[in-house]
């Protein structure tokens, strides 16, 4: 997680953390202090930012969706974690905050891999930085959201850094994470905390700065920083990476920086290969990737590859001279790409063109109303025009009609993880939303409900006529009677069920 184009990212900070990423602490606190609202250039494309009304207490460094609808936040001293709960009418706009508890002592990971896993827990590993220093730290930690307690999570074997490394979750479950230094890669079974190897034959640059996006097939997708502007695939059966062949332009910014010292005294060197920004599936197939600058300093490029054709075409260069290196992007419910340009500005990528639209610095992520949650000094929502096409929602098939308060049921049906991962960053701080939600609103009161999520039979995307399923535990304190009873992946809401809560 390295830039130096990002005007953010001043000269007071020191020569030590000068290539310290966007979304770490002293890089932001000075800057995430006030949402300005821009006028919308793109004609009938409405693009509005709300700010919360109960801010959280310390800003917002990253954010995960939880399964029970909660929203996990890890606050810009990187040493706390909150928690913000929507009221009664499932408003995060109106919702509230709440501390949890605080990660195994030692361990204050600024930029690290992560993921909700299957069964609902948090996994984060790694960080660029732990207690303010750059450390590329192994340490890690698993969040169990009912326990509300971190649990210590070992690194691989023979991995003593970690740092800020790409990661993805399989369709199967398994946890993935690169090694930033290496080409090496390491899979988590979340059953058994575990670590085992696997190959990575024909990797073309180490895993560092790369960004990797989950495909309908299960295969994985990265645009190289080092080797850019090469592109490549790893299929998981095969264990194996191949060309995906050229972007076109180069998305990659160069690094201006020579040896980073780290470990024991100092004594070895990292060479960042530079920067890239963010890479999104879109629910046509397509993947848009947006560029760091160029060599000149320039505007950054874009591209866009078709998972279905295997081609790449060049897409739209940022207006302005801007640029989303190392940044953040989310999936909208209207297929288009957010992507946050370094300057601040909020773009829409409908699959030809950048429109701009709000000002504002921090984290995307898609809430379960459609809304996408912006984390910083002022945490706020941000609602686009549009909405998603009926072939892209969820599909209830199976359900139980008379559901118990406290119980546990299965539902099934189709298209429960969504079309995408939803959300990017230009390498770590994963916090993809590819995974069902169940919503429940009472019919005399309205009130709105989740039942906790877990054991999801896929975490793949795309998974189109596929039967899925998971499993819900219904609220011990909610409202009986009649209900409607929703799934909800990546901010897009099925067709509602009746159900009797009792």
């Not at 490394?165 to 575990?194: A, H, M, W, Y």
């Not at 081609?311 to 209207?334: E, I, K, Q, Y």
């Not at 054991?455 to 793949?460: L, Q």
Request: with cysteine.
């Amino acid at each position: 997680m390295l830039s130096s184009s990002n005007p953010r990212k001043s000269s007071a900070l020191d020569v030590s953390r000068c290539f310290q990423g966007r979304s770490s602490l002293l890089s932001r606190t000075f800057f995430l202090t006030v949402v300005v609202l821009l006028a919308v250039s793109g004609a009938g494309l409405a693009q509005t930012l709300t700010n919360l009304k109960h801010q959280p207490p310390h800003g917002i460094q990253i954010t995960f969706q939880l399964t029970d609808g909660t929203v996990l936040a890890q606050s810009n001293g990187a040493s706390d974690w909150w928690k913000l709960t929507p009221d009664n009418t499932g408003s995060y706009v109106n919702g509230t905050w709440t501390q949890v508890a605080s990660l195994p002592a030692g361990y204050v990971p600024d930029d690290f891999a992560s993921a909700v896993l299957a069964d609902g827990r948090l996994v984060i590993t790694g960080g660029e930085y732990n207690n303010g220093n750059f450390a590329l730290t192994n340490l890690g930690a698993i969040y169990d959201p009912k326990a509300n307690t971190w649990t210590s999570l070992a690194p691989p074997k023979g991995w003593n850094y970690i740092g800020d490394s790409p990661s993805v979750v399989l369709p199967d479950g398994r946890f993935l994470v690169g090694n930033k230094l290496t080409k090496q890669i390491r899979e988590l079974d979340p059953k058994t905390l575990t670590w085992t190897s696997r190959g990575s034959k024909g990797k073309s640059d180490f895993n560092a700065e790369e960004g990797w996006t989950l495909l309908p097939n299960g295969s994985i997708l990265t645009a190289d920083v080092k080797h850019a502007p090469n592109s490549e695939i790893y299929t998981p059966a095969a264990k194996e990476w191949v060309s995906a062949g050229s972007t076109i332009v180069d998305l990659h910014s160069p690094s201006p920086f020579g040896c980073i010292n780290y470990g024991p005294g100092g004594k070895l060197c990292y060479y960042p290969p530079g920067e890239i920004g963010p890479q999104i599936l879109r629910p046509d197939g397509t993947v848009f990737v947006a560029g760091s600058y160029t060599k000149n300093a320039g505007p950054g490029d874009t591209a866009i590859y078709d998972s279905l054709t295997g081609v790449w075409t060049v897409g739209p260069v940022f207006p302005n001279g801007d640029n989303a290196g190392d940044s953040f992007a989310a999936l909208l419910p209207n297929g288009n790409v957010l992507v946050e340009g370094d300057s601040g500005v909020l773009y829409e990528f409908d699959g030809t063109k950048l429109t701009p639209g709000p000002k504002t610095y921090g984290s995307l992520m898609v809430l379960p109303t459609g809304e996408v949650l912006v984390g910083g000094g002022v945490t706020a929502t941000y609602t686009s025009s549009g909405t998603y096409q009926t072939s892209w929602q969820p599909a209830i098939s199976t359900y139980p009609s008379t559901i118990t308060r406290g119980s546990t049921y299965t539902i099934s049906g189709t298209q429960f993880n969504g079309l995408s991962q939803a959300a990017a960053f230009g390498d770590e701080l994963e916090t993809a939303t590819n995974y069902p939600l169940v919503r429940i609103t009472n019919n005399s009161t309205h009130h709105v409900f989740y039942a906790r999520t877990h054991d999801h039979s896929s975490m793949g995307v795309a998974t189109g006529t596929e039967s899925v399923s998971t499993s819900f535990d219904v609220p011990a304190l909610m409202e009986t009677g009649a209900s409607t009873l929703a799934v909800v992946a990546n901010g897009i809401t099925s067709v509602t069920v009746s159900v009797t809560v009792q």
